[in-house]
């Protein structure tokens, strides 16, 4: 037995708070009962905030893959085109479903260090004059890399080729932590999970959708019946849901709804920019890179870290969860064990950081990682410096 609080520092799921854990901790009510309507009609109408959207937010009872599914085959045909970008490892999943799903991707090729190039979606959707592209799908936070992408160019990108494919994103690691703008950016279909920013466990995940692609859902979709959206509208304008949703989860949105919006958003955001910032702080002074090229792409919900040549990421978490009981974000698939990842992001402040940036530089003490010493200092100073 271990004492003393486990430090769950990967990026997603992250820290439930005990206001939420305290929240859930209720008997499950009748979701057909009056109560349950309350509950009901009152996180969907609270949900819009948060995706920044006047319109529909769904709840499924699914983890985020659910909702990556939800939104393709609730707007799509087989065989249709889906633009794609390559910005780590969730993009190169959900590309990966539309394949299993029977539709065509065409998955512009990325290095895993820079964000989506708005240039060549312009190129591809220019290229495709008889609209042969129904969806332009992209990773607002590409959470295997730590890159952020700048969704009001894709948007432009889209509107500049004056091309009538549906913009979808997937937010499951920025939602509650960096800004995103649904309406603003003329997002159609955006992808939610609770695990995340939103401090739930997971569970839930959400689907907001526009008009547009409502009006493409009502006229085509693919053979779909869980994921169905037309399913969740007549219930979900009373507070219900089509089938049995996970109550329990419900309670604690209800709880971590009031807390982003008791801290204001705009805060919430400013938070997670100045905690990015402490973090890269600490990583620069100890010598290291950042996977993430390009400065105004680096993720404000979590840092990835190339480790030097000839050093394992594993080894280092490893280390660092067998000497301080902290767990960090291993590397996927094509950055495997090059790197290791720094959630933070979701119920977070100031302290915890230090307390997640002392740990990353004793564990690199401890597994003898060669590092220039001072990182978490740096980190103390930059906190120091930017009071909020
Ligand atoms: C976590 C995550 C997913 C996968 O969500 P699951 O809940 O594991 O299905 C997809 N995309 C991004 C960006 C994520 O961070």
New binding site residues.
């Given amino acids: 037995m271990r004492s003393g609080r486990h430090f769950l520092q990967i990026?997603?799921p992250t820290n439930t708070p005990e206001r939420i854990l305290r929240a859930m901790h209720r008997s499950v009510i009748d979701h057909r009962g009056p109560e349950f309507a309350e509950l009901g009609l009152g996180l969907l109408r609270d949900l819009k905030p948060v995706f920044q959207t006047e319109g529909r937010v769904v709840i499924y009872p699914a983890?985020?893959?659910?909702a990556?599914e939800a939104a393709l085959v609730n707007v799509l045909q087989p065989g249709d085109q889906v633009l794609m970008y390559e910005t780590g490892q969730?993009s190169t999943?959900w590309k990966n479903m539309a394949t299993k799903l029977g539709y065509d991707p065409i998955f512009i090729a990325g290095d895993w260090r820079r964000g989506v190039d708005a240039n060549l979606i312009a190129d591809a959707l220019a290229k495709d004059t008889d609209h042969k592209i129904k969806a332009v799908c992209v990773?607002h936070?590409?959470?295997a890399t730590g890159i952020t992408s700048d969704i009001g160019a894709v948007r432009a990108a889209i509107d500049g080729a004056a091309h009538p494919a549906l913009m979808m994103v997937?937010t499951?690691?920025s939602l509650g932590s960096i800004d995103f703008k649904t309406d603003a950016w003329g997002v159609d279909v955006v992808v939610a999970?609770s695990?995340?920013g939103l401090m739930l466990p997971?569970g839930l995940?959400f689907n907001a959708i526009s008009e547009k692609a409502w009006a493409a859902c009502q006229a085509g979709g693919d053979r779909r019946s869980y994921w169905d959206w037309r399913d969740m509208m007549t219930p979900n304008d009373a507070g219900y849901f089509p089938y049995t949703p996970a109550t329990t989860l419900l309670y604690g949105l209800r709880e971590a709804l009031d807390m982003l919006a008791g801290e204001g958003l705009e805060q919430v955001f400013a938070r997670h920019e100045r905690h990015a910032s402490a973090t890269r702080a600490a990583v620069e002074s100890w010598g290291f890179e950042i996977l993430a090229l390009n400065p105004d792409e680096r993720s404000n919900s979590l840092t990835a870290v190339l480790m030097p040549d000839g050093q394992g990421g594993d080894a280092l978490r490893a280390e660092i969860l067998d000497g301080f009981d902290m767990s960090l974000g291993t590397g996927l698939n094509k950055v495997a064990d090059k790197i290791f990842r720094i959630g933070h992001l979701g119920d977070f402040n100031d302290l915890m950081l230090m307390g997640t940036l002392s740990g990353v530089e004793m564990g690199m003490i401890r597994a003898g990682v060669p590092h220039q010493s001072g990182g978490a200092q740096s980190a103390l100073k930059y906190l120091a410096d930017h009071r909020i």
């Fill in positions: 990026p997603g983890s985020g893959s659910g990556w969730f999943l990773v936070n590409d959470t997937d499951i690691s999970g695990q995340k997971p995940s």
